[in-house]
């Protein structure tokens, strides 16, 4: 157990909706990192965020945004969804900038 | 930009066969590199890392990698493949003073025959 909680574990909506997607972070750890993983594209890096602060930006698209709470959780929002979205969302934290990453199970998201 | 190449898309071994998935980087200096396993349904888990000092790295579950500067390469290692081992790897890269985002590879899914 990595200690980093995501949920749902999985997602199914239509195309054009919008879902949140949630992650609570090891304890202690005030880094969050979202990442997508599909067949095509690996696993791409889409946002940190560092004690409510947003760090750094990957390949996220506009459509989608994210949020770290006071109490360190984040949220992912996915919106105007299209078919491509379909993949699985990881949420990894980490302690400082360069220890490992710690990784959730992740959600699968599945567009209809 | 840093970037992370694992040539083999599968590889199929034996149980009780040595094991060795590659991992070549493309990066101007040292970076940190990792590797990480993920089983089927689960998120990935660190097996190993390497920052500095001493090239040849032990992880978790009897997996082992070395770093060759050289040939820009971090390849993992176990001497003896049990059925439990088999799962996706992926190698990492991070830029040490950057952004410290991990770039991953595309994986390697290791399939391990009775």
């Known amino acids: ?112 | 930009a840093q970037s992370v190449t694992q040539p083999d898309i599968h590889i199929t071994v034996s149980e009780g066969a040595s094991l060795e998935l590659r991992c070549n980087y493309s990066y101007g200096a040292t970076p940190y590199l990792f590797w990480y396993v993920q089983s089927p349904g689960q998120g990935l888990q660190l097996l190993l890392k390497y920052f500095s000092g001493d090239t040849l790295v032990q992880g978790i579950k009897g997996f082992e990698a070395e770093f060759k500067r050289s040939q820009s390469s971090f390849n993992l290692r176990k001497p003896s493949v049990h059925w439990s081992d088999a799962a996706e790897y992926f190698c990492a890269v991070e830029q040490p003073g950057g952004s410290y985002i991990p770039t991953f590879g595309r994986g390697t899914s290791l399939i391990v025959h009775p």
Do not use: M
């Open chain 1, 1 to 112: 157990d990595s200690g980093v909680t995501q949920t749902p574990k999985h997602l199914i909506t239509a195309t054009g909706q919008r879902v949140t997607l949630r992650c609570s972070p090891r304890s202690g750890d005030l880094s969050v990192y979202w990442y997508q993983q599909s067949l095509d594209q690996g696993l791409q890096f889409l946002i940190q965020y560092y004690n409510g602060e947003e760090r750094a930006k990957g390949n996220i698209l506009e459509r989608f945004s994210a949020q770290q709470f006071p109490d360190l959780h984040s949220e992912l929002n996915l919106s105007s969804l299209e078919l491509g979205d379909s993949a699985l969302y990881f949420c990894a934290s980490s302690a400082t900038d360069n220890s490992p990453l710690h990784f959730g199970n992740g959600t699968r998201l599945t567009v209809t």
